[in-house]
């Protein structure tokens, strides 16, 4: 007895199921490319908005006087701490100051 080898099946229905199960996959592909790529540009976008923002907060911080002394900043590290005192971290947020490679506070 002779074993029968499989074959795809060449029928119509077959063929046009393979042609739409072929498209469906072209175009979610498609789709999800697309959408991926414009929402990592929105993030990257929004990211480099906040840090932009939070350098610029640094900024007129650090030429503003200490407000405990009225005095110009003569230590980063009292900067730092009172840039770091004004912020409110979220629930999955955290701010981290570093001074020469080193974790400050």
């Known amino acids: 007895m002779e074993r029968q080898?499989?074959?795809?099946?060449?029928?119509?229905?077959?063929?046009?199921?393979?042609?739409?199960?072929?498209?469906?996959?072209?175009?979610l592909a498609v789709a999800g490319g697309t959408m991926h790529a414009i929402q990592s540009s929105r993030i990257d976008a929004a990211a480099d908005l906040a840090l932009r923002r939070e350098y610029e907060e640094?900024?007129?911080?650090?030429?503003?006087?200490?407000?405990?002394?009225?005095?110009?900043?003569?230590?980063?590290?009292?900067?730092?701490?009172?840039?770091?005192?004004?912020?409110v971290s979220g629930p999955y947020l955290t701010h981290l100051a570093m001074v020469g490679g080193e974790p400050f506070a």
Not at 5 to 20: C, E, F, G, H, T
Not at 59 to 65: D, H
Request: glycine share 12%.
């Open 5 to 27: 080898r499989w074959r795809p099946s060449r029928s119509v229905r077959a063929r046009i199921l393979l042609w739409v199960v072929l498209m469906a996959g072209l175009g």
């Open 58 to 87: 640094f900024v007129r911080r650090a030429e503003a006087p200490d407000p405990e002394t009225g005095a110009p900043w003569t230590d980063v590290g009292g900067l730092l701490v009172a840039g770091l005192e004004y912020r």
